[in-house]
Nanobody, 115 residues
Framework: QVQVVESGGGLVQPGGSLTLSCATSGTVSSFNAIRWYRRAPGNERELVAFIPGNDSPHYKNSAKGRFTMSRDNAENMVYLQMNSLRPEDTAVYYC?????????WGPGTQVTVSS
């Protein structure tokens, strides 16, 4: 069982920035994958960014050039730096980690982009 907890959400104006953090109880460098999802009201959950194994991050098209996913192996932390935020980025953001055949989720953190 891996514990996952997101933080860093909040209210930001369009064009602003936020950095989401994901704390895990496991060893980040050993995870099969680390993912950031989001779910906007009335929409299905969508994958925003992910790191497969020890590979480089991959991004949803609308996040490319604006979002940067990173991890700190020493601190077992994962981050999602979000710049140039848009109202359509408003959602609950979730971090998940994959270990073997299991995926572990955090409770999510709300991001609201509004003037």
């Amino acid at each position: 069982q891996v514990q996952v907890v997101e933080s860093g959400g909040g209210l930001v104006q369009p064009g602003g920035s936020l950095t989401l953090s994901c704390a895990t109880s496991g060893t980040v460098s050993s995870f099969n994958a680390i993912r950031w999802y989001r779910r906007a009201p009335g929409n299905e959950r969508e994958l925003v960014a992910f790191i497969p194994g020890n590979d480089s991050p991959h991004y949803k098209n609308s996040a490319k050039g604006r979002f940067t996913m990173s991890r700190d192996n020493a601190e077992n932390m994962v981050y999602l730096q979000m710049n140039s935020l848009r109202p359509e980025d408003t959602a609950v953001y979730y971090c998940s980690v994959v270990v073997a055949w299991s995926e572990y989720w955090g409770p999510g953190t709300q991001v609201t982009v509004s003037s």
